[in-house]
């Protein structure tokens, strides 16, 4: 026999080697064609497919309620108050009804008739399909024409034809109740709290919609029973998202234009964004309420509008450098919501991650830019905000960039130090320690009592900026914060390098006061939000300066607070005669010698480490927020939650 009619294994290729699937065999066959894979993320898109049905009922205008219920042993519902999928037998498959040939055909439903919705997230008809078939159990549910209809399914197979069980009067819509396959997921179970999230999202996308969840597993903190309805949209869901935040803009630049009325076709787009020093930008982006998380089209044309609007202010407002700014400099910062509406919208793969329509980037982008523009002219206290943040982050970025293109300096080339550093002489920075100390006074104080080998000086005047309380734009113009980032020689934001830091231990030394520890604190803000690694890998501490000095004959005592005043006072000293106190109103009054035994001796000192809970960062970076932020509603209310603690502090 010729080689050519021989397959791999030797055995003949013919006829009967084609193999004829199944309708829906297929897709159990291989999954990832369908929805991705078989992972965690694929499971979630199954409960997606059937949402997605449920929302375009809803922005078609003829359901305004959703319920979404996750039940024990990984089954969930969604049912929705819509028309009712059709229940009639179908004209090309009389002997079967509507509802079964959706759910056991491959491209099939209502998506591709223009006059059951205008637009939609299903589009190819295979997601209700390929839940069905990836299932050991469906059952859905149909109210209509004040009837219940019911059918099952399992992997694919209708368990019979469809019943009719009698009349429902007051109830209208689709029910779809499924149980992943565990042949195809495995031990796999839906997350109550990324389900959460996935229905409280579809009520923000559409405002004309209510969403009820429940869920009947228990899942930290993530609500049991919850009702979404957001009637401001995107904006309602940014101004959530950033609450905890200091934003450059008091109100997000948001809004809604219809494609109707700017370009006769049917659809629309609705956007939200605002800039933040606090964490990285995002923007997270639909189309017909589908995320795509990959971006497209959309997104080009959001990004290309704003950039020409803040050039074009820049322009006007004469600030030159405002041509430097990229796409990549509005990221850096801005967190962004956005949401297509369109009819018949291209996707690269059946998970819709990412938008291909052509014609979308032009939409958005002269919908939005005009809307933009008038913002900027609004409120131009937040126009110049955002432009001095994204001017600064775009030299930030060219530097980087100079720096990639400059080769390192030679370890001869001299330093660039600030005047009042008074440095260590240790070649090397293992060992060695820079201590921030208040004030000139301070720092005289701190040179007689320093290591010269080991331990260098930085005095800062007074109080430096509060980083979250001013505009980015301020940072480099701050002689203070200059001076230090040049002493400890890595650089801030963006830009910080671990690697180039001079000394092991950078130790914050200020007044055993109030005034120091508002100091303290501001240097410790600053440090969280422009040096974090520097914090994660325990390179900061707080020295622990004594308040007074106790001295009863030959016997010399410090005292780091009142209270532990009042108990050597009561003990005595273990002298004779009165016991004399001192109160060092700041380490400017202290003597070298006292300053070198009490707090910059490694002998005899106490240091506290500054850290970052690790399990919970989040919390840390929403305390530091609601305390030295510019918003004083936060404090006033952080006050007000302890209260009783200062209640107990003074008994």
């Known amino acids: 026999m010729p080689n050519d009619l021989l397959s791999g294994n030797g055995q003949t290729y013919d006829a009967s080697s084609i193999e004829v699937l199944e309708p829906l065999e297929g897709v159990r066959r291989r999954p990832g064609m369908y929805i991705g894979g078989t992972d965690e993320r694929a499971l979630h898109h199954l409960v997606a497919e059937i949402l997605d049905n449920a929302m375009d009922e809803a922005v078609a205008g003829h359901a305004n309620r959703i319920e979404v219920e996750l039940h024990e042993g990984n089954t969930i519902t969604v049912r929705d108050n819509g028309r009712g999928i059709p229940v009639d037998p179908h004209p090309k498959f009389p002997d079967k009804s509507a509802l079964e040939v959706i759910f056991c055909t491959l491209h099939a439903g209502g998506k591709f008739n223009a006059n059951s919705y205008s637009t939609s997230g299903g589009l190819n008809g ?46 209208r819509g689709s029910t779809i109740t499924f149980h992943p396959d565990p042949e195809i997921f495995g031990s796999q179970t839906l997350k109550p709290a990324r389900l959460f999230k996935m229905a409280r999202s579809k009520a923000y996308l559409f405002s004309g919609v209510e969403i009820r969840w429940k869920s009947a597993i228990p899942d930290g903190d993530t609500p049991q029973e919850a009702t979404f309805h957001f009637p401001g949209g995107l904006a309602d869901f940014l101004n959530e998202s950033l609450k905890k935040l200091t934003t450059y803009a008091e109100r997000p630049f948001a809004g809604r234009v219809s494609f109707e009325e700017k370009y006769q076709i049917p659809g629309s787009v609705e956007w939200a964004i605002n800039w933040t020093p606090s964490q990285d930008g995002y923007l997270h982006s639909y189309c017909n309420t589908v995320p795509t998380p990959e971006g497209g089209t959309h997104e080009s044309g959001f990004w290309a509008a704003t950039l020409k609007g803040i050039k074009a202010y820049g322009e006007r407002v004469k600030n030159r450098k405002a041509d430097l700014i990229t796409r990549d400099d509005l990221l850096t910062g801005g967190c962004a919501l956005l949401s297509v509406f369109i009819r018949e919208p291209s996707f690269v793969g059946q998970t819709k991650d990412r938008l291909s329509t052509e014609e979308a980037a032009k939409w958005v982008e002269n919908a939005v830019r005009d809307h933009f523009d008038t913002w900027l002219a609004a409120d131009p ?99 203070e914060i200059r001076d230090l980032c040049e002493a400890l020689g890595t650089g801030m934001g963006t830009r910080f390098k671990l690697d180039d830091l001079r000394y092991e231990k950078i130790i914050i030394m200020t007044d055993a006061d109030v005034d120091g520890a ?7 803000t600053f440090f969280f939000t422009q040096m974090r690694p520097l914090i994660a890998k325990g390179h900061l501490y707080l020295a622990c300066p004594p308040l007074y000095r106790l001295t009863q004959g030959a016997r010399r005592m410090y005292v780091a607070d009142d209270a532990e005043k009042e108990l050597w006072l009561a003990k005595g000293l273990g002298g004779k005669g009165k016991i004399d106190v001192q109160r060092f109103k700041g380490l400017g009054e202290m003597d070298s010698k006292d300053l070198k035994d009490t707090t910059m001796n490694p002998a005899t000192r106490k240091l506290i480490r ?40 003074d008994v």
């Open 126 to 171: 295979v997601g209700s399909s390929v839940v069905n078939a990836l299932s050991d159990l469906l059952r859905v549910e149909v109210a209509r024409n004040r009837e219940l209809y019911v059918q099952s399914f399992s992997r694919g197979v209708a368990d019979g034809p469809i019943r009719k069980v009698g009349p429902a009067p007051n109830r």
């Open 381 to 479: 206290r937040s126009a110049g905000a955002i432009l001095d943040f994204l001017v600064l982050r775009a030299e930030e970025r060219l530097r980087r960039r100079e720096e990639k293109e400059t080769q390192r300096k030679t370890a001869t080339k001299k330093l660039r130090l600030p005047g009042k550093l008074t440095d260590c002489s240790a070649k090397n920075r293992e060992g060695t320690e820079l201590f921030i100390v208040e004030g000139d006074s301070a720092g005289g104080s701190a040179k007689g009592a320093r290591s010269r080998e080991t331990q260098a000086l930085l005095p800062l005047k007074g109080k430096i900026l509060n980083v979250l309380g001013a505009a980015s734009a301020k940072l480099n113009e701050n002689a």
């Open 518 to 524: 508002h100091i303290a604190s501001l240097l410790m």
């Open 610 to 649: 500054v850290s970052i809970d690790e399990d919970e960062p989040g919390d840390t970076s929403d305390l530091v927020e609601r305390l030295m932020g510019k918003k004083p509603e936060l404090r006033f209310q952080y006050i007000q939650e302890n209260a009783r603690f200062v209640e107990e502090l």
